[in-house]
């Protein structure tokens, strides 16, 4: 089978391959995937640090209740006439005391390291809105790149595409059928010379005698390890 039209229409959709090469293979592209996924990770983590935030605030708010208690407790404490008590009474309600002042004071404490996280937190919310803001910036600037790539890919996309698709009647249709069923799943080069006597010009595996037998009536083989159509040149 003669696969010059085969092999013809290959040498022009090289250059449309290496076109979507160019394209998908874009440093700018990887780049805003990058970006993409650094700025996602920012806003996970601004999820994160504001239920942090809310806990603390929760806690405080705890913090605060219990302070106001034991204030409570002080207050009414202070107001006894301690003349009326007896010795007993009056150890008692010394103890309570300092007890509830011992209270305040780890309270007061507890408040202060709960403001120190919130601020903690606070101070990295706003390294990660930068981190966020930042990566935003810069992704518009790498999409602004790559719509500019574009612009100058996709004509020359476009004609070498109208090219190949005036060749397409010159080649046989099953031949042609093969060939774009490989190219679809990215291959390429598809169609690949025998290499010696039975090796695929591509992967360089060896082909198995009874397809080799058979390469003279079908035009090509599959390599069933590179899925290439094998030629004999
Ligand atoms: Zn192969």
Same mark, same amino acid.
């Given at each position: 089978?003669?696969?010059?039209?085969? %092999?013809?229409?290959?040498?022009?959709?090289? *250059?449309?391959?290496?076109?979507?090469?160019?394209?998908?293979?874009?440093?700018? *592209?990887?780049?805003?995937?990058?970006?993409?996924?650094?700025?996602?990770?920012?806003?996970? +983590?601004?999820?994160?640090?504001?239920?942090?935030?809310?806990?603390?605030?929760?806690?405080?708010?705890?913090?605060?209740?219990?302070?106001?208690? $034991? *204030?409570?407790?002080?207050?009414?404490?202070?107001?006894?006439?301690?003349?009326?008590?007896?010795?007993?009474?009056?150890?008692?309600?010394?103890?309570?005391?300092? +007890?509830?002042?011992?209270?305040?004071?780890?309270?007061?404490?507890?408040?202060? +390291?709960?403001?120190?996280?919130?601020?903690?937190?606070?101070?990295?919310?706003?390294?990660?809105?930068?981190?966020?803001?930042?990566?935003?910036?810069?992704?518009?600037?790498? *999409?602004?790149?790559?719509?500019?790539?574009?612009?100058?890919?996709?004509?020359?996309?476009?004609?070498? +595409?109208?090219?190949?698709?005036? %060749?397409?009647?010159?080649?046989?249709?099953?031949?042609?059928?093969?060939?774009?069923?490989?190219?679809?799943?990215?291959?390429?080069?598809?169609?690949?010379?025998?290499?010696?006597? $039975?090796?695929?010009?591509?992967?360089?595996?060896?082909?198995?005698?009874?397809?080799?037998?058979?390469? $003279?009536?079908?035009?090509?083989?599959?390599?069933?390890?590179?899925?290439?159509?094998?030629?004999?040149?």
């Amino acid at each position: 089978m003669d696969l010059t039209q085969l %092999l013809k229409y290959q040498d022009v959709d090289a *250059k449309l391959f290496s076109i979507e090469q160019k394209l998908t293979a874009s440093p700018h *592209k990887k780049k805003a995937n990058e970006l993409a996924l650094l700025a996602k990770k920012a806003q996970a +983590k601004s999820t994160e640090l504001e239920n942090e935030a809310n806990n603390v605030l929760k806690e405080i708010d705890d913090l605060k209740v219990s302070f106001q208690q $034991n *204030k409570k407790s002080l207050d009414s404490l202070l107001k006894k006439d301690l003349d009326k008590l007896s010795l007993e009474e009056f150890d008692s309600l010394s103890s309570l005391k300092s +007890k509830i002042l011992n209270n305040l004071n780890s309270l007061e404490k507890m408040l202060q +390291k709960s403001a120190e996280k919130i601020n903690n937190i606070l101070q990295e919310f706003n390294k990660t809105k930068k981190m966020y803001d930042n990566a935003r910036l810069q992704f518009e600037d790498c *999409k602004k790149k790559i719509q500019e790539e574009t612009k100058i890919l996709e004509p020359e996309k476009d004609k070498v +595409k109208k090219e190949l698709e005036s %060749l397409e009647s010159t080649v046989d249709k099953r031949l042609l059928e093969e060939y774009k069923k490989r190219r679809n799943d990215n291959i390429f080069p598809v169609v690949v010379p025998l290499e010696g006597k $039975n090796f695929c010009g591509r992967c360089r595996m060896e082909l198995p005698m009874a397809a080799i037998s058979r390469i $003279n009536d079908t035009g090509v083989i599959t390599c069933e390890h590179c899925k290439r159509l094998v030629y004999k040149k």
